[in-house]
T-cell receptor, first 113, second 118 residues
Framework: AAGVIQSPRHLIKEKRETATLKCYPIPRHDTVYWYQQGPGQDPQFLISFYEKMQSDKGSIPDRFSAQQFSDYHSELNMSSLELGDSALYFC????????????FGNGTRLTVT | AQTVTQSQPEMSVQEAETVTLSCTYDTSESDYYLFWYKQPPSRQMILVIRQEAYKQQNATENRFSVNFQKAAKSFSLKISDSQLGDAAMYFCAYRRGGYGGATNKLIFGTGTLLAVQP
């Protein structure tokens, strides 16, 4: 069965650079969630989209933005990168916004040097 | 706001033995779901088991079972016949049910690192 696809798997950027992370949900899934997991930390919710509209917002810095496109894939744009942005970024998808299970991608590991 | 607490940062179990991981949560909602996720060294997030709050019967998935105590807001995970492949970080997670005008995100606890000794 198709899973959530995230690209790239690994990304190395320098401070003050920009990064774009991509997420392709499971086919027919209309809801996407982004999480940030720092080293030794639990995943922290950043933002979610339902039917291409932002539906919830968590602890996402103003330097970050995201959107969901017409084909339901989502992109997380990160600007003015800081060392503290180094983390594993997970995308998850679900069918519907509420009660169906979240399926996680394998994550993008971002390293800021 | 909902919170999830895992008070055991690390646990250890002998292969083939049974171990229980603890989780408590706080919510004023009546409709919600509880989950245990496993994160092995590969960092992939794997769903282990799910419990609907409205169900009294404890969920079971093969060697994994939960003890759901709704009144006490407790949700522990029992792993029977532990295997080396069970070694991982385990996260307890909460998700509100129903529709509140926003997607119902997962809220994670801080995790319990489980080591399995051969």
């Amino acid at each position: 069965a198709a899973g959530v696809i995230q690209s790239p798997r690994h990304l190395i950027k320098e401070k003050r650079e920009t990064a774009t992370l991509k997420c392709y949900p499971i086919p027919r899934h209309d809801t996407v969630y982004w999480y940030q997991q720092g080293p030794g930390q639990d995943p922290q919710f950043l933002i979610s989209f339902y039917e291409k509209m932002q539906s919830d917002k968590g602890s996402i810095p103003d330097r970050f933005s995201a959107q969901q496109f017409s084909d339901y894939h989502s992109e997380l744009n990160m600007s003015s990168l800081e060392l503290g942005d180094s983390a594993l970024y997970f995308c998850a998808s679900s069918l519907g916004a509420n009660n169906s299970p979240l399926h996680f991608g394998n994550g993008t590991r971002l390293t800021v040097t | 706001a909902q919170t999830v607490t895992q008070s055991q940062p690390e646990m250890s179990v002998q292969e083939a033995e049974t171990v229980t991981l603890s989780c408590t949560y706080d919510t004023s909602e009546s409709d919600y779901y509880l989950f245990w996720y496993k994160q092995p060294p590969s960092r992939q997030m794997i769903l282990v088991i799910r419990q609907e709050a409205y169900k009294q019967q404890n969920a079971t998935e093969n060697r994994f079972s939960v003890n759901f105590q709704k009144a006490a807001k407790s949700f522990s995970l029992k792993i029977s016949d532990s295997q080396l492949g069970d070694a991982a970080m385990y996260f307890c997670a909460y998700r509100r049910g129903g529709y509140g005008g926003a997607t119902n995100k997962l809220i994670f606890g801080t995790g319990t690192l489980l080591a399995v000794q051969p």
